[in-house]
């Protein structure tokens, strides 16, 4: 009869094995540990700086706003009041920050529709190679290159009482055109020229989708006898939806903060009705000394702009599922 063999394990190994196996093992398991303990030190090192400078330039900046927000603080004084909701209140009471919003809310909507309609129509004609279209390419995205406080300039040149548009109708004799004076033309000169200036980068972006789509794809739906719509609405449209969703939030958000060119193509004329909410920040908090107003303005706008942005990508991502399945 066989007797039973046991084995034993754990500490009962090395006790067993004797003192030479447990100190060959032991700085294993000290290497492993060290070797975890650089991993997530190298982790930490990596995502640290990025931290520090979210949190100086992001989130201690939102805070001081939000707290401000609650103050009259003029600008001046050391110790400002708390005054509670008194601000946000008073927004919903200001004509002139509802008016500014309203604006906003339309140059928003009516710029994000028509950059993206024009950025996606000039990426569908400019889409081959050749010089002709790199050239244009170029000349459609320089006015983005320039900067939307000297494009409002040049065409504050263009559109004014006395501009190039109207002085050439007052030689031929006509009446002129009041394009800055009148406020429904006014409006529509600054969504017009922000979209104008605006839209270069959409170009540029759906230029980049389009050129990512398979040619066997298109090819195998001209064999199929798609015509040129059909192939547009039904294989390049779906094809580009991440790229429409990144246009759509970009040119929305960028439109909701606008200010500069605003500032020197109206200045926010005739009678405030070109003012955006950001030009109404500005206006409030440093002309007439109410930075504590002025802040609770900017904690709305950033609230809107996060509320916006979220609602988007949600629309978008779901279109996207229901196309892909």
């Given at each position: 009869?066989?007797?039973?063999?046991?084995?034993?394990?754990?500490?009962?190994?090395?006790?067993?094995?004797?003192?030479?196996?447990?100190?060959?093992?032991?700085?294993?398991?000290?290497?492993?540990?060290?070797?975890?303990?650089?991993?997530?030190?190298?982790?930490?090192?990596?995502?640290?700086?990025?931290?520090?400078?979210?949190?100086?330039?992001?989130?201690?900046?939102?805070?001081?706003?939000?707290?401000?927000?609650?103050?009259?603080?003029?600008?001046?004084?050391?110790?400002?009041?708390?005054?509670?909701?008194?601000?946000?209140e008073r927004i919903l009471e200001d004509d002139a920050a509802?008016?500014?919003?309203?604006?906003?809310?339309?140059?928003?909507?009516?710029?994000?529709?028509?950059?993206?309609?024009?950025?996606?129509?000039?990426?569908?004609?400019?889409?081959?190679?050749?010089?002709?279209?790199?050239?244009?390419?170029?000349?459609?995205?320089?006015?983005?290159?320039?900067?939307?406080?000297?494009?409002?300039?040049?065409?504050?040149?263009?559109?004014?009482?006395?501009?190039?548009?109207?002085?050439?109708?007052?030689?031929?004799?006509?009446?002129?055109?009041?394009?800055?004076?009148?406020?429904?033309?006014?409006?529509?000169?600054?969504?017009?020229?922000?979209?104008?200036?605006?839209?270069?980068?959409?170009?540029?972006?759906?230029?980049?989708?389009?050129?990512?789509?398979?040619?066997?794809?298109?090819?195998?739906?001209?064999?199929?006898?798609?015509?040129?719509?059909?192939?547009?609405?039904?294989?390049?449209?779906?094809?580009?939806?991440?790229?429409?969703?990144?246009?759509?939030?970009?040119?929305?958000?960028?439109?909701?903060?606008?200010?500069?060119?605003?500032?020197?193509?109206?200045?926010?004329?005739?009678?405030?009705?070109?003012?955006?909410?950001?030009?109404?920040?500005?206006?409030?908090?440093?002309?007439?000394?109410?930075?504590?107003?002025?802040?609770?303005?900017?904690?709305?706008?950033?609230?809107?702009?996060?509320?916006?942005?979220?609602?988007?990508?949600?629309?978008?991502?779901?279109?996207?599922?229901?196309?892909?399945?």
């Amino acid at each position: 009869m066989l007797n039973k063999i046991t084995t034993p394990s754990g500490p009962a190994v090395l006790r067993a094995a004797g003192p030479e196996r447990a100190e060959r093992t032991a700085p294993r398991a000290i290497s492993r540990r060290r070797r975890a303990f650089l991993d997530s030190t190298g982790q930490v090192a990596f995502v640290a700086p990025a931290f520090i400078m979210v949190t100086l330039f992001v989130l201690i900046p939102i805070g001081i706003a939000f707290y401000l927000s609650l103050t009259n603080w003029n600008g001046f004084s050391p110790n400002p009041g708390f005054v509670g909701t008194a601000n946000y209140e008073r927004i919903l009471e200001d004509d002139a920050a509802l008016r500014a919003g309203t604006f906003t809310a339309i140059l928003a909507i009516c710029g994000t529709l028509g950059c993206n309609v024009a950025g996606l129509g000039f990426a569908l004609l400019l889409t081959r190679s050749t010089r002709f279209n790199s050239f244009m390419r170029a000349l459609l995205f320089y006015p983005y290159v320039i900067g939307a406080l000297m494009i409002g300039f040049i065409w504050s040149a263009i559109l004014g009482a006395n501009g190039v548009i109207n002085s050439a109708l007052e030689s031929a004799g006509l009446d002129k055109i009041p394009f800055l004076s009148d406020p429904t033309l006014s409006a529509l000169s600054v969504i017009a020229v922000t979209i104008w200036a605006a839209f270069g980068v959409n170009l540029v972006l759906y230029l980049a989708g389009l050129q990512t789509i398979d040619e066997s794809m298109l090819e195998a739906a001209k064999i199929d006898g798609a015509s040129t719509s059909q192939i547009f609405w039904q294989v390049k449209l779906p094809l580009l939806a991440p790229v429409v969703t990144v246009n759509i939030v970009l040119s929305a958000v960028a439109l909701l903060k606008t200010y500069d060119l605003v500032l020197s193509l109206t200045s926010g004329g005739p009678a405030g009705r070109t003012e955006t909410v950001a030009y109404q920040i500005l206006a409030v908090s440093f002309s007439n000394g109410s930075l504590g107003y002025g802040a609770a303005q900017s904690v709305v706008l950033m609230v809107v702009v996060v509320a916006v942005t979220v609602a988007i990508t949600s629309f978008r991502n779901r279109a996207e599922r229901n196309v892909a399945a």
